[in-house]
Every structure is written in structure tokens, then in C-alpha cells.
């Protein structure tokens, strides 16, 4: 089983809380708040978004690279590199 299936219920709140988050700036942008009101907003959303990152990362790493059920050199190397991958997109 994934760790995203297994961690479903509590990933999908925190992506509901960015929405929630996204729409605000959205609200905020519309009335044509502050530019630092709108900033304060960019920054809890960039926040937000990277604890998400952030955690999927940190399950992927233990599920998928340092599990020590995981016997398959090619497995681990594959899913590290699946990683690596993943930080050079979203690093970019």
C-alpha cells in the first residue's frame, strides 16, 4: 500500500487548506487588498505547500528508499531516483 493511500485522509485536508488558502488570495486580489496583505498570503500558501512537499518527501524516503524490507538494489536505486527526479522539478 502507498504511503499516500495510507496517509489519504490527512494529505487531503492540508490540500483543502491551501484551496482554502489559494481562494483567500484569490478574495484578496479581487478587492484589491495591499500589496503586503497579498504577500502575507503568497507566503503562507508557499508555507503550506512545502510542508506538503516536505512530508510526501519524508514518507517516500522511508517507504520507498529506506525502507529495510526493501532487499532490491534496483528497487532502492529506482526510487531514489524517482526522487531525485521529483527535487530537480520542484527545486527549479
Not at 490527512?10 to 490540500?15: C, H, Q, V
Not at 483543502?16 to 507566503?43: F, M, N, P, T, Y
Amino acid at each position: 500500500m502507498s504511503h499516500t493511500i495510507r496517509g489519504k485522509g490527512k494529505l487531503l485536508a492540508r490540500a483543502r487548506r491551501i484551496r482554502g488558502q489559494v481562494e483567500g488570495l484569490e478574495r484578496a486580489l479581487d478587492g484589491e487588498k495591499g500589496c503586503s496583505e497579498v504577500l502575507h498570503l503568497i507566503a503562507a500558501i508557499r508555507g503550506a505547500i512545502d510542508g506538503l512537499m516536505a512530508e510526501v518527501l519524508e514518507d517516500h524516503i522511508r517507504t520507498h528508499v529506506a525502507a529495510p524490507d526493501i532487499t532490491s538494489a534496483a528497487e532502492r536505486t529506482r526510487s531514489a531516483e524517482e526522487l531525485i527526479g521529483v527535487l530537480r522539478t520542484y527545486l527549479r
